[in-house]
C-alpha cells in the first residue's frame, strides 16, 4: 500500500487577529500542521500498520512550513516531498491543485492519496476533490475511517450532515478525511523526532514538475482577492447584572414585544 | 466570456425531496438575476423527479432543467460532477450556485476544477457591485471576511451553505419551463458504488437548522443532565436545543447539534445562549439570529459582546426562572 | 559564536511536550495533590513520548538526550503542572537515569533501565539521612563486601519517590559508607531495590509537590548483588556530586519556567481585573513588578540552561569540572528565590483568591520553595561558587 497525504501549514486560527484594514497580525501567532491532515496522516499511518507499504507526505508551500512537514516525519511518514517556490506565489485552490497534481505524478504511483477534508486557514475544502479531479481519480470526501482495503478497492465511512454513508471505491482513489469528535491527535515522541531528521526529504521548484506553468500563481489562479475585512459587529445590547428575577422578565417582554415569543 | 449568461442553481435532492437550501439559493439568486437583468435557471439532478421539478419556479426560477435518470440515485461525487460538468459547460451560465452542504462540497470543486474555473467556497453574502459579481466569505475561522471576484473565467462558482439566505415566500401561480435533460457523460465508469446510508440523528436535533428558536448550551451547562433544563424551555418554546462545540466535544450533545464554523449555520428569530462564552468559532455560526439573549456567568464573555439581552449569572439559577415566567405567561 | 537560538528537533521537542503537558497534565495538576499520585495514563504518556530519563542511551531505552535537551522537557513539565510533582518525577529520573546510564555496569542497566524509561519503574537517589544532608559526609548507612556480594545497613530520610519504587518497583540510587577511615574517600555509589527485603518504608508530609511521595526507609541487612555498585568502589561521593549537579541544573530550568508561567497567569489576570474603573496592568506600580520579575527571571532561564549547556561541554572535554559546579551552583543560587519572589506577587496581585488553594499559583509556591533545599541548598551553592573563585584552601569548613 502506497500512500500519499497532502498536508498544509496553517496560522493556529485560534490566535489569529486582523487589524482595521484586515492586515494580519503575525505577532504571537503560531504555524501547525492543520489538524485535519494530521488526521488524515494518523489514518494513513494506521493503515500503513495494517496493510503494509509506505507513507509519504507532500505540501506546497513556502520553505518555512518545513517544521509541519517534519512533525509528519516525527509522527510516522516515511518521506516527504516539499514544492516550493515563487512562482506558485498567489495560488488559489484550482491552481494550488494544479500544481499538486503534478507534483503527486511525477513522485509515483500511490494507491491512496489523503488529505485532510479541509483547512482551518483558507477552509474551502476544495483541494482535495480537486486533485481528484485533475488526477482523473474517484474521490470521497467527509471520511472518518478507512474500513478496510481488498481486491483494489477500498470501503470507507463518510458522514453526512444527518448520519454517514458506507462508501465502496476503486483504487486509487483520494480520501479527504474529516476526525471524528474527540479524536485525539497523537504528540510526536522523542525518538520519532530523532528519527525524522535522517528521513529523505525531497524538495522540487516549479520547474521540477512537467506542466503547464501559465496555470502556476497568481496568473493561474481564476479568483481574486479584492478586499478582507473584519466581520461586522453587533451591537452589544443590554446587559442585566443584578435580580434575575427581574432581568428575566424585563427580557421576556422585550421578546414578546419584538414578537419573537408569542 | 460574453458567451456566458443567466445563472444556474444547483439544486439538490436528498431522501426524495428538494433540499431547503435550494430555495435559499433560488430567492437569492432571484434578486442576483434581477439585478443583472438575466435570466435563472435551476438543474435537478435525480430519479424519479417527477412534479418536484416546478417547486424551484415558485421560489423565482425561470427554467428548471431535469436530469433524471437512476444513475442518479443513490447520489456519489464522481457522477454528478461528470454530469453537471458536461451539462454547465454547454449551458455556459455566467455564475452557478451549489448548496455547501456535505454532498455539494464534495462534487462541486471536481466541477470547477474540471472546467478550469474559479470557486469560491461557504459564501456568506452574494452582491452585484459596478457590475461585478462580488463574492463574500469568511476565513480564518470567522476572524476574517473575504470579497472574492473571479474577473477573467466563467463561469463563476460559488458554494453557500445553508441558512445563509433567507427563502422567499412561495408565489404558486409563478409560471417558467422545464426542460428534460439527458444526462451526457465523457466516461461512464464509475468507480464509487453506495453500500449503505445510515442515519444517526436523534429526534428533535434535524429540526435545528429550521427552528425559529434555539437554546443552545456551551461549557457553562456541565453536564449532560444539564441539557435536559435546556431542552424543556426549547420545549416550552416550540424551539431546538443546540451546543457549542465544547459540549459537543465533552460528549453532552451530538454532533450533529453543534452551531458553529465546524458545525452548522443556523439563522432562528431567536437564540438563547446558556453558558456559551462566545468564540467567534460559535459566534459565525449563529450571529445573524434575529434576537441573541445570553446568559453567562463572566461578565467579559464575549458573548454579550453581540447579544442583544444578557445575564450576567448562574444558568443554572435564570434558566428555571425563565422556565417559570413563560409559563405563567402560557397560562394566561 | 554566541547562538542563543535552540536547534530545529530541539524546537520539535519543546513543541511535543508542551501539547501534551498542556493538553493532558495542566488540566489535573491540582487534582495530584488530593490523590497524591500522579496518574497511571499521565505516566504511560510519558513514557510513550520518551520523557522519562530521556537522558538514558538508546539501547537501554533512552533517548540519549544532552543536558541542554533534558532542560528543555523539564521546562515544559514545569510550566504544565503547577504542583511540581511531574517536574521533580522527571528530573529525579533523568538525572540519576543519565548517572547510571554513565557508571553502571552493563548488566544493571540492562536490568534496571528499560524499566524506568517504560514508566514501569522508579528510579531515585538516596543519599540524605536525618542528620546528613548537604553535608553527604555525614553519611551512617554503611556497605560491607561479604564474598560476592554488599550487605547494607541503615537509614534514609526525606527521599524523593519512596512510595513510588516500594509499589511500582524499581528503586534508589544509595550511597553509604564503605570504608569510613576514608572519609569522603570510603563511600561507595549503588542501586538499593526498594522492593529488597529489609526494606521498611516511612513517609512524610510535605508542604508542596504533593502527587510524588517523600519519605524514608529503614535498610536492615539487605544484600546487594556486585552488578549494583554505580562506578567503582569509595568513589561514590564524587559520582553523586555529578549527578547533583545535572539535577540542579534542571530544578533552575523548572524554577524560572514555572516561575514565568505564573507571570503568564498574572499578565493576563491584570489586563482582565478591574479596579478604580481601570484594569490592574494600567498601574504603572504593578507593571513594574511585572517587568522586573520577568526580567529576572529570563535572565534566570538563560543562566540555567547555559549551566547545563556547559554540562554538555564537559562530556565533550570542552569545560572542566570546576566550570560545571560553578556554572551550576550559579544558575541555582537564586533560583528557587527569584521564582518564589514572581510567584508571589502574581498571588498577591489576586487578592484574597492568590490566598485559596484553587488559585494554581499558591502550589507553585510550595513546590518552588522545595527548591531552596532540595538537591544542594542555596546556601551550599555560595559555598561552591566562592570556593571556585577563592580556592579550596579558603573553605571556611573541613
Not at chain 1, 509541519?68 to 516525519?73: E, R, S
Not at chain 3, 524509561?117 to 553519611?139: H, N, Q, R, Y
Not at chain 3, 519512596?162 to 524499581?170: D, L, P, S
Not at chain 3, 524560572?256 to 490592574?280: C, H, T, V
Request: hydrophobic share 40%; proline share 4%.
Amino acid at each position: 500500500m502506497n500512500i500519499l497525504v497532502l498536508v498544509k501549514q496553517v496560522p493556529d486560527t485560534s490566535d489569529v487577529k486582523f487589524d482595521e484594514r484586515g492586515v494580519m497580525i503575525r505577532e504571537g501567532v503560531q504555524s501547525i500542521l492543520n489538524v485535519f491532515d494530521q488526521f488524515a496522516l494518523e489514518e494513513a499511518l494506521r493503515l500503513r500498520q495494517k496493510y503494509g507499504g509506505e507513507v509519504s507526505v507532500m505540501t506546497l508551500a513556502p520553505e518555512q512550513a518545513k517544521t509541519a512537514v517534519q512533525k509528519c516525519l516525527a509522527l510516522g511518514a516515511d518521506k516527504a516531498y516539499h514544492i516550493s517556490d515563487k512562482a506558485f506565489g498567489g495560488s488559489d485552490t484550482l491552481a494550488t491543485s494544479y500544481a499538486l497534481s503534478l507534483a503527486i505524478r511525477k513522485a509515483g504511483n500511490f494507491d491512496l492519496i489523503m488529505a485532510g477534508n479541509q483547512a482551518t486557514d483558507g477552509d474551502t475544502g476544495h483541494i482535495g476533490p480537486q486533485v481528484a479531479e485533475w488526477l482523473g481519480i474517484p474521490h470521497v470526501s467527509y471520511v472518518e475511517q478507512v474500513l478496510s482495503i481488498e481486491n483494489g478497492r477500498a470501503t470507507v465511512k463518510s458522514i453526512l450532515e444527518d448520519g454517514y454513508r458506507i462508501v465502496d471505491v476503486e483504487l486509487p482513489a483520494l480520501f479527504a478525511c474529516l476526525p471524528p469528535t474527540n479524536f485525539e491527535y497523537t504528540n510526536p515522541s522523542m525518538s520519532g523526532i530523532i528519527k525524522a531528521k535522517s528521513k529523505p526529504y525531497t524538495w522540487w521548484k516549479a520547474d521540477d514538475i512537467d506542466g503547464d506553468k501559465s496555470k502556476f500563481g497568481l496568473n493561474g489562479s481564476p479568483t481574486r482577492v479584492l478586499k478582507m475585512y473584519p466581520p461586522p459587529k453587533r451591537s452589544r445590547g443590554t446587559v442585566f447584572t443584578g435580580d434575575y428575577h427581574d432581568a428575566v422578565k424585563k427580557i421576556i417582554e422585550a421578546l414578546m414585544e419584538k414578537k419573537v415569543i408569542e | 466570456m460574453s458567451d456566458y449568461k443567466g445563472i444556474l442553481v444547483v439544486g439538490e435532492i436528498y431522501d426524495g425531496k428538494i433540499r431547503p437550501v435550494t430555495f435559499q439559493l433560488v430567492s437569492k439568486a432571484r434578486e442576483l438575476a434581477d439585478t443583472l437583468n438575466t435570466t435563472l435557471s435551476v438543474v435537478l439532478l435525480g430519479h424519479n423527479i417527477g412534479d418536484m421539478a416546478r417547486e424551484p419556479i415558485y421560489y423565482g426560477a425561470d427554467k428548471v432543467y431535469v436530469m433524471d435518470d437512476q444513475i442518479f440515485e443513490p447520489y456519489v461525487a464522481e457522477v454528478y460532477s461528470r454530469a453537471l460538468t458536461k451539462f454547465i459547460g454547454n449551458l455556459k451560465p455566467e455564475i452557478v450556485l451549489i448548496p455547501a452542504t456535505h454532498t455539494g462540497r464534495e462534487y462541486g470543486p471536481r466541477i470547477s476544477a474540471a472546467l478550469e474555473t474559479g470557486m469560491t467556497a461557504d459564501c456568506t453574502d452574494l452582491v452585484i457591485k459596478n457590475g461585478r459579481f462580488v463574492q463574500v466569505r469568511p476565513a480564518y475561522g470567522g476572524n476574517i471576511m473575504g470579497e472574492i471576484i473571479t474577473p477573467n473565467h466563467r463561469p463563476q462558482i460559488s458554494t453557500v451553505r445553508p441558512n445563509v439566505f433567507k427563502t422567499r415566500e412561495p408565489d404558486r401561480s409563478r409560471t417558467g419551463e422545464i426542460v428534460q435533460v439527458k444526462p451526457e457523460f465523457d466516461s461512464m465508469k464509475v468507480r464509487t458504488f453506495i453500500k449503505e446510508i445510515v442515519k444517526t440523528t436523534v429526534t428533535g436535533a434535524k429540526k435545528l437548522d429550521e427552528a425559529k428558536i434555539i437554546v443552545s448550551g456551551g461549557r457553562g451547562v456541565g453536564s449532560k443532565e444539564g441539557f435536559e433544563k435546556l431542552r424543556e424551555l426549547a420545549d416550552l418554546l416550540g424551539g431546538a436545543v443546540g451546543a457549542s462545540r465544547v459540549a459537543v466535544d465533552l460528549g453532552w450533545m451530538p454532533k450533529s447539534a453543534q452551531v458553529g464554523q465546524s458545525g452548522i449555520t443556523v439563522q432562528p428569530d431567536l437564540y438563547i445562549a446558556c453558558g456559551i462564552s462566545g468564540t467567534i468559532q460559535h459566534i459565525v455560526g449563529m450571529k445573524d439570529s434575529k434576537v441573541i439573549v445570553a446568559i453567562n456567568k463572566d461578565p467579559n464573555a464575549p458573548i454579550f459582546n453581540i447579544a442583544d439581552y444578557g445575564i450576567v449569572g448562574d444558568l443554572h439559577e435564570v434558566i428555571p426562572i425563565f422556565i417559570e415566567e413563560i409559563k405563567k405567561i402560557k397560562k394566561k | 559564536m554566541l547562538d542563543f537560538t535552540f536547534t530545529e528537533e530541539q524546537e520539535m521537542i519543546r513543541e511535543s511536550v508542551r501539547e501534551f503537558a498542556q493538553k493532558k497534565i495542566a488540566p489535573i495538576a491540582l487534582e495530584m495533590e488530593k490523590t497524591r499520585q500522579i496518574p497511571e495514563d499521565i505516566i504511560k504518556g510519558m513514557a510513550d513520548l520518551g520523557l522519562i530519563a530521556p537522558t538514558v542511551s538508546p539501547e537501554y531505552g533512552g533517548q540519549g538526550f544532552d543536558a541542554v535537551t533534558a532542560g528543555i522537557i523539564a521546562e515544559e513539565l514545569a510550566r504544565a503542572d503547577v504542583t511540581g510533582s511531574i517536574p521533580v518525577f522527571y528530573l529525579v529520573q533523568a538525572s540519576w537515569g543519565h548517572i547510571f546510564d554513565k557508571y553502571g555496569t552493563e548488566e544493571a542497566k540492562r536490568e534496571v533501565l528499560p524499566n524506568v524509561t517504560k514508566g514501569k519503574w522508579f528510579l531515585g537517589i538516596a543519599t540524605t539521612e536525618s542528620d546528613a544532608g548537604s553535608d553527604v559526609a555525614g553519611t551512617r548507612t554503611t556497605i560491607r563486601k561479604e564474598g560476592d556480594h554488599y550487605v547494607v545497613n541503615g537509614e534514609k530520610m526525606y527521599i524523593s519517590g519512596v512510595r513510588e519504587a516500594y509499589t511500582r518497583g524499581g528503586g534508589h540510587i544509595t550511597i553509604a559508607k564503605q570504608n569510613p577511615e576514608l572519609g569522603t574517600r570510603g563511600m561507595t555509589l549503588f542501586y538499593l531495590p526498594l522492593q529488597s527485603k529489609g526494606i521498611i518504608p516511612t513517609y512524610v508530609d510535605d508542604l508542596g509537590r504533593e502527587g510524588i511521595s517523600t519519605g524514608g526507609f529503614t535498610i536492615d541487612n539487605v544484600v546487594i548483588p556486585k552488578h549494583y555498585i554505580i562506578g567503582e568502589e569509595n568513589r561514590g561521593f564524587y559520582i553523586v556530586h555529578e549527578g547533583y549537579e545535572y539535577a540542579r541544573g534542571l530544578i533552575s530550568v523548572i524554577c524560572a519556567g514555572a516561575g514565568l508561567q505564573s507571570l503568564e497567569r498574572g499578565k493576563k489576570y491584570l489586563k482582565e481585573r478591574k479596579a478604580f474603573g481601570q484594569p490592574l496592568a494600567k498601574f504603572e506600580a504593578l507593571q513594574f513588578r511585572l517587568a522586573e520579575h520577568y526580567t529576572k527571571l529570563s535572565f534566570l532561564r538563560l543562566g540555567a540552561y547555559w549551566a547545563l549547556w556547559t554540562y554538555d561541554q564537559e562530556a565533550k572535554g570542552k569545560a572542566t569540572r570546576f566550570e560545571v559546579s560553578k556554572a551550576i551552583a550559579m544558575a541555582k543560587m537564586f533560583a528557587s528565590e527569584w521564582s518564589n519572589a514572581a510567584i508571589d506577587e502574581v498571588m498577591q496581585w489576586q487578592g484574597a483568591f492568590g490566598y485559596t488553594r484553587e488559585c494554581p499559583d499558591q502550589a507553585a509556591w510550595r513546590a518552588i520553595r522545595s527548591f531552596a533545599w532540595a538537591e544542594g541548598s542555596k546556601e551550599i551553592m555560595r559555598v561552591i561558587v566562592s570556593r571556585e573563585l577563592l580556592g579550596k584552601e579558603y573553605i571556611s569548613y573541613k
